[in-house]
């Protein structure tokens, strides 16, 4: 039988349930060491600030009091006004980012404050009562449209690299110029944790499909890989004689397969560096993508050439099949879900969607203005979106090229897109420093 769930801590669960800037300094400190050794304390403080980030995200009529409610609460703002000669009236807050406000000395119970956040505690207890999953109520509940932006993460100092969903949705890892790898909660915009290096430049950073571990790929030749549930690190490869540009898991999570300036691609053991086998390209190898079934690995180069290996039976020297109708650097790769096609993205400004036994073309995507940096094919294989020089996201039909959303918001190069894992959000990132979390088509 299943058991219920953990209860928070009595003594903390009063300001779990309030937002950072309704708790004192000292509250908001002690808290935060609570919660880096409660595990039970620190899902529920997330539990909260996913349904505030949720309800932040609900149109404006949604948010308004119901009418048998208005008179009260109406009521109870005057005499609040009453009481208080000096309300807050220069407090200002920024829309951008859930924890970007300033802090205000105290409670402001406005309206619309005191119904979120009874809305959210009704909510919280419901969900907690009757054990539901919070992540799929959540998601269904359709409470946003397609393009609706419902995180913005700032905890990068630089442009980023990469970026790639946890496997379950909940966490996304971002990489950028400094190396730095950043862990944070998906919904929230919460950092978990930071990987902080001194190896140049993260190109790439790949999350592997079991969940255990992730890696990254650096400016200095090298290639690491963490556990991450503790954070250690469990190996260092180092077998490249120039900078790692692409990495790649194979989908059983036991190989990983690098590339990068050397012209080479390394394909060896994630967490021992064992039965490498190695590759040889003519250009520097800018993308790697491994089949869905584990037997092909696709790479593309900084020539304008795709290259396909069977990993079991081809010889290294011998690529199986080799695309060439692109005419400049492939920057991006990505594989229909049932592995008969591939997407690649180049900075000839266009995506191409083509057959991986025979190399025909199915389809020319021409939508974007410059360099296409980033495609991803969705798990449920109805769209791809890519993204480019020309700061947007672009999802569309890889069967007809209808575009179903192009997003705008970010104000600079778009260089990674990933959709998550129940393809109800797409998380895009780039040369504004900010990865963004919105609603997909």
């Not at 180069?301 to 010889?315: L, P, Q």
Request: charged share 20%; glycine share 6%; hydrophobic share 40%.
């Amino acid at each position: 039988m299943k058991q219920p769930p953990r209860p928070p801590c009595p003594s903390w669960a009063e300001k779990l349930a309030l937002r950072p800037e309704d708790l004192s300094p000292a509250d908001r400190e002690a808290l935060q060491a609570h919660l880096q050794h409660c595990p039970v304390c620190a899902a529920a403080r997330a539990d909260y600030e996913l349904i505030d980030a949720r309800l932040r995200a609900l149109p404006d009529p949604v948010l308004k009091p119901v009418p048998r409610l208005a008179a009260l609460m109406s009521k109870f703002s005057s005499e609040e006004e009453e009481r208080s000669s000096q309300p807050f009236a220069g407090r200002t807050r920024r829309a951008s980012s859930l924890y970007a406000r300033p802090v205000p000395a105290r409670w402001s119970r406005s309206p619309q404050r005191v119904w979120t956040a009874v809305a959210a505690l009704v909510a919280a207890c419901l969900m907690l009562a009757m054990g539901l999953p919070l992540m799929h109520l959540l998601t269904e509940s359709g409470a946003t449209s397609p393009g609706t932006l419902l995180v913005t993460y700032h905890g990068h100092s630089s442009p980023i690299t990469s970026l790639t969903w946890s496997p379950d949705g909940g966490s996304l890892a971002s990489s950028d110029l400094k190396g730095t790898i950043e862990v944070w909660n998906a919904l929230t915009g919460t950092l978990r944790y930071r990987y902080a290096t001194s190896a140049g430049i993260a190109y790439a950073v790949a999350w592997s499909p079991n969940g255990r571990y992730l890696a990254a790929a650096f400016e200095n030749h090298t290639v690491e890989v963490w556990n991450t549930e503790t954070g250690q690190r469990l190996y260092r490869f180092t077998r490249h004689t120039d900078i790692v540009y692409a990495l790649a898991w194979s989908p059983d999570s036991r190989r990983l397969a690098s590339g990068g300036g050397d012209n080479r691609i390394w394909v060896w053991d994630a967490t021992t560096g064992a039965n490498a086998v190695v590759y040889n390209g003519i250009f520097p190898v800018t993308t790697l993508a491994w089949s869905p079934d584990g037997n092909y690995l696709a790479a593309g180069d900084a020539g304008d050439i795709v290259r396909i290996w069977n990993v079991h039976t081809s010889n290294p020297e011998t690529p199986l099949l080799s695309y060439t109708a692109h005419s400049d650097a492939i920057t991006s790769l990505s594989w229909s879900p049932d592995g008969r096609y591939i997407a690649s993205a180049s900075k000839d400004g266009t995506v191409r969607v083509w057959n991986a036994k025979n190399g025909s073309t199915l389809r020319v995507y021409t939508g974007h203005h410059g360099s296409v940096d980033a495609v991803a094919w969705s798990h449920d294989e109805r769209f791809i979106a890519s993204a480019g020089a020309d700061a947007t996201v672009q999802v569309w039909d890889p069967f007809n090229g209808e575009v179903a959303l192009i997003y705008r918001q970010h104000s600079d190069e778009v260089t990674a897109v990933a959709w998550s894992p129940n393809d109800h959000y797409l998380a895009s990132a780039g040369w504004d420093h900010t990865v963004q979390v919105w609603r997909a088509p």
